[in-house]
């Protein structure tokens, strides 16, 4: 139990334009999702926290305009990365959780390039 | 500030020995969760093991186990018989209860390559 899925695994774009990447719970109900940007070699860096239903809550300099993110239902949340740029290129994870301080369980990732 | 700290940057053993990775952790919360999540080259965070703080009894999985040392905020990885599967970045983490700052904590991770 506990798998999460993420969509697409990689995908590479053109600078200005957006892209949607899909997180999926697959077998539990997620009532909070992360989204974690890793840097190569770095550890992972929080973005933002998404409550089903509800706005999601940015760290401080993530820009909540250029990385929305949409928590619609209890297995599914997405990120979308708008006019994207080269600095944007980056690993994308995406974590789910029954409850905010439950146990977070990771996507595969998406690796995203931006040309 | 919640930090977690991994004092080895990368460590190295002999399929079928031992190794231990190191954690320490700071923070002021009575309430907690600990954490060893495994991220091979695929690059997918498997989580190994989680410690309940108000617990004494230290966890296990398989060959995998902790020493969880509350009172020094420590919270070491032992991998017994270390297999080739097991080279991967290893990240400790917390996650505070209360506070309203419930977020995951990581250390910067250590690489353990496993040898034939």
């Known amino acids: 139990g506990a798998v999460v899925s993420q969509h697409p695994s990689w995908v590479i774009c053109k600078s200005g334009t957006s892209v949607k990447i899909e997180c999926r719970s697959l077998?539990?109900?997620?009532?909070?999702m992360f989204w974690y940007r890793q840097f190569p070699k770095q550890s992972l860096m929080l973005m933002a926290t998404?409550?089903?239903?509800?706005?999601?809550?940015?760290e401080q300099g993530v820009e909540k305009d250029k990385f929305l993110i949409n928590h619609a239902s209890l297995t599914l949340s997405t990120l979308t990365v708008t006019s994207a740029h080269p600095e944007d290129s980056s690993f994308y994870i995406c974590s789910a959780s029954r409850r905010i301080t439950d146990t977070q369980y990771f996507g595969p990732g998406t690796r995203l390039t931006v040309l | 500030a919640q930090t977690v700290t991994q004092s080895q940057p990368e460590m190295s053993v002999q399929e079928a020995e031992t190794v231990t990775l190191s954690c320490t952790y700071d923070t002021s919360e009575n309430n907690y969760y600990l954490f060893w999540y495994k991220q091979p080259p695929s690059r997918q965070m498997i989580l190994v093991i989680r410690q309940e703080a108000y617990k004494q009894q230290n966890a296990t999985e398989n060959r995998f186990s902790v020493n969880f040392q509350k009172a020094a905020k420590s919270f070491s990885l032992k991998i017994s018989d270390s297999q080739l599967g097991d080279t991967a970045m290893y990240f400790c983490?917390?996650?505070?209860?209360?506070?309203?700052?419930?977020?995951?904590?990581f250390g910067k991770g250590t690489k353990l390559t496993v040898n034939p």
């Open positions: 983490a917390f996650i505070p209860l209360q506070g309203g700052s419930e977020k995951l904590v």
């Open positions: 998404s409550n089903e239903g509800s706005k999601a809550t940015y």
């Open positions: 077998d539990f109900q997620a009532t909070t």
